[in-house]
């Protein structure tokens, strides 16, 4: 079956990068996603890649895709005490349904 | 546009009580989802609607758990009776539909928070 698997949390110290990991089943995805929801808040959308891909950039965030591992990671650089939050992968499934969301890893930055 | 719309923001009710959230989607979008986040099970989608019909309810947890779309612009889940393991944070979200990432990406409102006591 579909499933996203990302490690629950990350502890970075401020200016270090930052790299949150997910793995991913379905072959098929076309678009892979990163949200990040911070404190109290729904989730918003960082960025995403198309499957073709290998890595796309956008300013501090770099998304990197090993399709044949499925693989995929989300790298901050400089890492700011406002990036601490939840960062969550997400995967397109099969036409018509959802996104499959995976459950999240808590990012916290210390200065 | 004001984004996805939810209420109530807090919701403090005893168990056995009737819960009603509410959501009002973005204007235009054609796609409803609603979510529940818990620290032990993370974001877990309960059900999705497409043009307002219920596409995929897999993920409702039981019968007490209900949802509705009457409209493009309004949807409801209910659940009836509450029970304190209902106590979540619960989100909705809205989408253009499935095809390019900007169709699928989907705007979550604030959430409700549930404490079920």
């Known amino acids: 079956g579909e499933d996203v698997e990302q490690s629950l949390f990350l502890s970075v110290r401020e200016g270090d990068s930052s790299v949150i990991n997910c793995t991913y089943t379905?072959?098929?995805?076309?678009?892979l996603y990163w949200y990040k929801q911070e404190p109290g808040a729904g989730l918003q959308l960082l960025t995403y890649?198309?499957?073709?891909?290998d890595m796309k950039q956008d300013q501090r965030l770099t998304v990197l895709l090993n399709k044949k591992d499925k693989h995929l990671s989300l790298r901050i650089a400089d890492t700011q005490t406002g990036d601490s939050a939840i960062y969550f992968c997400?995967?397109?499934?099969?036409?018509?349904?959802?996104?499959?969301f995976g459950k999240g890893t808590t990012l916290s930055v210390s200065s | 546009d004001a984004g996805v719309i939810q209420s109530p923001r807090h919701e403090v009710t005893e168990m056995g009580q009737e819960v009603t959230l509410r959501c009002k989607p973005i204007?235009?979008?054609?796609?409803l989802f609603w979510y529940r986040q818990t620290m032990m099970r993370g974001l877990e989608l309960l059900i999705y609607?497409?043009?307002?019909?219920?596409?995929?309810d897999s993920g409702m947890p039981e019968d007490r758990f209900s949802a509705k779309m009457p409209n493009a612009s309004f949807s409801t889940l209910k659940i009836q009776p509450s029970e304190p393991r209902d106590s979540a944070v619960y989100f909705c979200?809205?989408?253009f539909g499935s095809g390019t990432p900007y169709q699928e990406t989907q705007y979550f409102g604030p959430g409700t928070r549930l404490l079920v006591l």
């Open positions: 204007s235009g979008h054609n796609s």
């Open positions: 609607f497409n043009n307002n019909v219920p596409i995929d």
């Open positions: 890649i198309f499957s073709n891909m």
């Open positions: 997400a995967e397109t499934g099969q036409a018509g349904t959802a996104l499959i």
């Open positions: 979200a809205s989408s």
């Open positions: 379905d072959s098929s995805s076309t678009y």
